[in-house]
Structures are given as structure tokens and as C-alpha cells.
């Protein structure tokens, strides 16, 4: 069901020269809250998607703008064996330091939506008759306001101690840097009120399907 008193946005992608049967659709939630598990349900339904991490991963390859810009800022001493920047090394220069994260973001951010924009650009080009749904899942979209350019956003959802639990069983790390991670984004429950759909995974997964297929139906509903 769409949810009540969601957040006034207009998507630029249903407005002006878009006219397209595509719907934009955001899928995002807290680290740990099972949002991959739910963006692999909808791919399985059929809604196009796009991981933001994946992205994240490719503008930051060496040979990439972003490559240069972030070497410069935080020293070789984020590149692994390879030459590549590690991911592990760069987040533990960020976490903490709340003003190495920003310039971290003001780098990568722009990047990220650049490609995401293009992405969905393509997918509007090549939509036929049909109604087609395209998602793309990305942790932060709430927090950087990117959840304004979607006609509808989704949140998957769990109570506090699930994600830190969930969080810790995926190993490497120690339980106050796992609740470091959780406290670096938005609260779930405050995410929650951006949401014009929630996909509550505090159960089973088959549970999880169930909602999942519900919200899908209701999505295609609004995209025809």
C-alpha cells in the first residue's frame, strides 16, 4: 500500500519530455536490512535493476576520473596489491571522520548518478508499448535527497538488533565497528517515512517473496 504523508518530489524523469511507459523506482534501507535479498526477488519478477554499488565499484576503476581525484585526496595508502583502490582501506580513512567522508562523497557521488542517469536515459530509449519497471537500489538515497528523482521509493526494513546481528554474521568485523556502519546511515525507522512502500524483512524469507510480489503488483498497476 502506498504509504500516507510521504515526502512532497517530483521526479524529473516523469516530467517534461519523459513520456515513456517507464517507472523510476528507488529500493534502498539500512546496511544489513536485507535490500540486495529483495533487489534479486524484483530482478527475478522482471523489473529492470541497478545496483548503485555496482556503479560505485566501476567509476572508481584506475583509468576513471574518480580513480585520480580520490588518490590525490587520501594517498597510495588506499590501493591494494593491484594498483586498484581497496575498498577496505579507503572506508576504514572515512569512517569516523565525518568531513573525510563528505570529500570522499563529493567525489564519488557525482560520478554515481552520472551513470545512473545514463543507465536509465538507455532503458527509456529502448522501452516499448509494454509498461517496464526500473529500480535502482542504492544505500544512500535518502540521505544525499537522490530519492527525489524516482516516481516511487521502496524501503526494506528490520528492527535494530536484526541488522547489527545480520551485520555481524557476514564477518570482519568486531560489534562496535559493525554498530559504526549502522550509525553512519539514517535510522531505519526515520528512513521509513520516505518510503511510499516498505518491504518489512524482520520475518522469513518466504515472508519477505509474499511482500515483495505484493508491491510489485501495485507497481505495475501505477506504471500502466
Known amino acids: 500500500m502506498v504509504r ?3 515526502p ?3 521526479s524529473r524523469w516523469s516530467a517534461g519530455c519523459y513520456h515513456l511507459p517507464v517507472l523510476k523506482i528507488g529500493l534502498t534501507g539500512g546496511i544489513a536490512c536485507g535490500k540486495s535479498f ?7 519478477l522482471g523489473v529492470h535493476c541497478i545496483d548503485a554499488d555496482e556503479v560505485a565499484h566501476r567509476v572508481i576503476l584506475p583509468g576513471e576520473p574518480a580513480f585520480r581525484e580520490i588518490v590525490e585526496q587520501f594517498g597510495d595508502r588506499i590501493l591494494g ?4 583502490i581497496d575498498r577496505t582501506k579507503l572506508g576504514a580513512a572515512v569512517f569516523g571522520d565525518e568531513r573525510q567522508r563528505q570529500r570522499l562523497n563529493g567525489i564519488v557521488h557525482p560520478r554515481i548518478h552520472q551513470e545512473l542517469d545514463r543507465r536509465l536515459v538507455r532503458l527509456q530509449e529502448e522501452a516499448g508499448s509494454e509498461p517496464v519497471l526500473a529500480m535502482v537500489d542504492a544505500a544512500l538515497m535518502v540521505e544525499t535527497g537522490s530519492y527525489r528523482k524516482y516516481d516511487y521509493v521502496v524501503v526494506v526494513s528490520c528492527r535494530p538488533r536484526q541488522q547489527l546481528e545480520r551485520l555481524l554474521g557476514r564477518g570482519g568485523l568486531t560489534r562496535p565497528e559493525a554498530q559504526a556502519r549502522i ?3 539514517m535510522p531505519i525507522e526515520e528512513k521509513v517515512r520516505f518510503a511510499d512502500f516498505v518491504i518489512d524483512n524482520r520475518g522469513d524469507r518466504d515472508r519477505t517473496r509474499v511482500r515483495t510480489r505484493e508491491v510489485h503488483r501495485q507497481l505495475l498497476k501505477l506504471a500502466r
Open 4 to 6: 500516507a504523508g510521504t
Open 183 to 185: 550509525d553512519a546511515q
Open 81 to 84: 596489491d593491484d594498483s586498484a
Open 38 to 44: 529483495v533487489l534479486n526477488e524484483f530482478r527475478r
Open 8 to 10: 512532497n518530489r517530483t
